[in-house]
């Protein structure tokens, strides 16, 4: 059964609207700073907290075998509805450090009930040429990430609520989209029961531990990256006292070009191999990771903002390629469970490296603190690098 031409464009565009969700705090975290008089630290505490809830919603997803079990396109508006309430529990006025972790906390846990849900919805549609949807998929989440930068660029004249209240009636939007105009895909086969063993089981495969511990690799880079985009910079232009720097535009532009290299990537994959890809795009990941700082100490700013934008595509490229191994090699009546598996374990570890680098930030100022990145793409490329007796799904 072929689905609709609409189908994908549809879930394309309600997991954009509802991924503008996963970074709204970060769009306006000055403005945070300064009205709940919050330390320069928040940063970190404030991106960790929507990963973790993240995680936690992710492992209960996973255990409970929702996104099997149920309707996709259900669990999917549910959790848009709750992550944009939560949402917009941050525009109170009351807010401490510690009520504002907590909405964002639950916002992130309501994430969870999207994005890797989002993807089974993908794969429940496109058995034949999955790593080009979910190319389109994760660069709409990509351009959903940063589209509070750009929005908090545009309503410089407005109150900053505005972008939490615009993130969370997008969010109600795209939920609703995906559930009125995305009915259940002929690829889907319902799981009648909950699979506790389902967390080890997947694992047994070595082509789905091979590509899930390349997203690790992945992961442990990407959300550092953009967590601290607008921190580079900052950094840059204090170094540089002639360098001016529209910190929000150039922020949403550098995490948004990501989604144009999800695109590619997607369709090179067809070309080239799906791994050959995934493996190409660690490599100059890393790469960047080593060679930042370098970029750091060179004088042209157009310099600077390019490697960025460079890093910013390659930093992403491979997460749909990664996805795509694993719901091909995860059996397919727990495959939205499988990749909500990987999910959890994946943003457990972007934890990790974003509170490293914030506790380094504050001992030291060296900018070589981001070659710390490249210590998941290495390990990442391993594990890639590994002979295995069994082919890869191309």
Not at 61 to 87: E, H, Q
Not at 125 to 146: D, H, I, M, P, R
Not at 348 to 354: E, F, Q
């Amino acid at each position: 059964m072929k689905p609709s031409k609409t189908i994908l464009p549809i879930i394309v565009v309600s997991q954009f609207c509802c991924t503008s969700l996963w970074f709204a705090g970060n769009g306006v975290m000055r403005d945070l700073i300064v009205n709940f008089g919050l330390a320069e630290s928040a940063l970190g505490h404030l991106t960790s907290a929507v990963q973790f809830g993240f995680i936690l919603g992710t492992l209960i997803f996973a255990v409970l075998s929702i996104a099997d079990r149920f309707s996709p396109s259900k669990v999917f508006l549910c959790c848009a509805i709750l992550g944009a309430i939560f949402n917009l529990g941050t525009i109170w006025e009351g807010n401490s450090l510690g009520s504002i972790l907590t909405f964002r906390f639950f916002t992130g846990f309501f994430l969870a009930g999207i994005y890797p849900v989002g993807m089974k919805i993908a794969a429940d549609y496109f058995e034949k040429g999955l790593g080009k949807s979910l190319g389109y998929l994760v660069g709409a989440l990509v351009v959903g990430t940063a589209f509070p930068h750009l929005l908090k660029d545009m309503t410089t004249a407005f109150p900053w609520k505005y972008v939490l209240i615009g993130t969370s009636s997008l969010a109600v939007l795209g939920g609703v989209l995906m559930a009125s105009l995305v009915p259940d895909g002929p690829y889907r086969k319902p799981g009648q029961k909950i699979y506790v063993s389902a967390f080890l089981q997947v694992f047994k495969n070595p082509n789905f531990r091979s590509a899930a511990f390349g997203y690790f690799g992945h992961m442990w880079e990407l959300y550092a990256f953009w967590a601290f985009v607008p921190v580079m910079l900052k950094t840059y232009s204090i170094i540089h006292a002639d360098v001016a720097f529209n910190i929000p535009l150039l922020s949403f532009l550098i995490i948004a070009t990501g989604g144009f290299a999800c695109v590619l990537g997607g369709y090179l994959a067809q070309a080239l191999g799906t791994k050959r890809v995934a493996f190409l795009a660690l490599t100059l990941s890393c790469s960047c990771c080593l060679v930042s700082p370098l970029v750091f100490a060179q004088g042209e700013a157009i310099l600077f903002v390019a490697f960025l934008l460079f890093w910013g595509m390659v930093v992403i490229a491979d997460s749909p390629l990664f996805s795509t191994l694993v719901a091909q090699n995860a059996q397919p009546e727990i495959k939205g469970t499988a990749l909500t598996i990987v999910n959890c374990i994946g943003f457990a570890i972007t934890i990790v490296s974003i509170q490293l680098l914030t506790g380094i930030k504050e001992v030291t100022a060296s900018n070589s603190v981001y070659m710390l990145l490249a210590l998941g793409p290495i390990l990442g490329l391993m594990v890639l690098s590994k002979k295995k007796p069994t082919k890869w799904y191309l």
